[in-house]
T-cell receptor
Framework: AQRVTQPEKLLSVFKGAPVELKCNYS??????LFWYVQYSRQRLQLLLR??SRESIKGFTADLNKGETSFHLKKPFAQEEDSAMYYC??????????????FGRGTQLTVWP | DTEVTQTPKHLVMGMTNKKSLKCEQH?????MYWYKQKAKKPPELMFV???????INESVPSRFSPECPNSSLLNLHLHALQPEDSALYLC??????????????FGPGTRLTVL
């Protein structure tokens, strides 16, 4: 069965410190993983997708199939990074094709 | 146009009312989704329409009735709701690229309060 685990519900760091939001997954097919971000009172926005291998707002995430992880990292956190971050896995299977499975989310707070 | 729009932004309704939520996208996407989101929780999938046909219903109570009039529009009809149905209702769409990456884009949501 597919599952996305974000072990930290809350994460606090100081401005300028490195930050890592953890995401582990369980999926028997070829995983397709995403990070979404939800700033206060704003819509859920796509931040990263593993297939693009890009860096957005200084964030990167690498898919590690051996460890079944897709951790989100940023070397120097900024106050404006404070938000709720969701890791999500997309199903590539038949009747659930396209469905997203979300982790519970990690609320990141960056202190000045 | 690269956005998903939703109306209304806020809705307050009584348990005997009938109301509808609307969602629109003009990105040519062929899949549209309704989610329910409680505060500080991830979105919970309710319905999926693929090529204007209902493909997934996550055992949602019948007081929620989805409708997809065309490929750009998605409605959610509400009737006889309960206070526990108060939540942020999100619409999303995706291109539904089989075999390739397919990204869901979310609307801003409708904040629903049931009195």
């Amino acid at each position: 069965a597919q599952r996305v685990t974000q072990p930290e519900k809350l994460l606090s760091v100081f401005k300028g410190a490195p930050v890592e939001l953890k995401c582990n997954y369980s999926y028997s097919g070829s995983p397709e993983l995403f990070w979404y971000v939800q700033y206060s009172r704003q819509r859920l926005q796509l931040l990263l997708r593993h297939i693009s291998r890009e860096s957005i707002k200084g964030f990167t995430a690498d898919l590690n199939k051996g460890e079944t992880s897709f951790h989100l990292k940023k070397p120097f956190a900024q106050e404006e990074d404070s938000a709720m971050y969701y890791c999500a896995l997309r199903s590539d299977r038949g009747s659930t094709l396209g469905r997203l499975y979300f982790g519970r989310g990690t609320q990141l707070t960056v202190w000045p | 146009d690269t956005e998903v729009t939703q109306t209304p932004k806020h809705l307050v309704m009584g348990m005997t009312n009938k109301k509808s939520l609307k969602c629109e996208q003009h990105m040519g996407h062929r899949a549209m989704y309704w989610y329910k989101q409680k505060a500080k929780k991830p979105p919970e999938l309710m319905f999926v329409y693929s090529y204007e046909k209902l493909s997934i219903n996550e055992s949602v109570p019948s007081r929620f009735s989805p409708e997809c009039p065309n490929s750009s529009l998605l409605n959610l009809h509400l009737h006889a709701l309960q206070p526990e149905d108060s939540a942020l209702y999100l619409c999303a769409s995706s291109a539904l690229n089989r075999g390739r990456t397919d990204t869901q884009y979310f609307g801003p949501g409708t904040r629903l309060t049931v009195l």
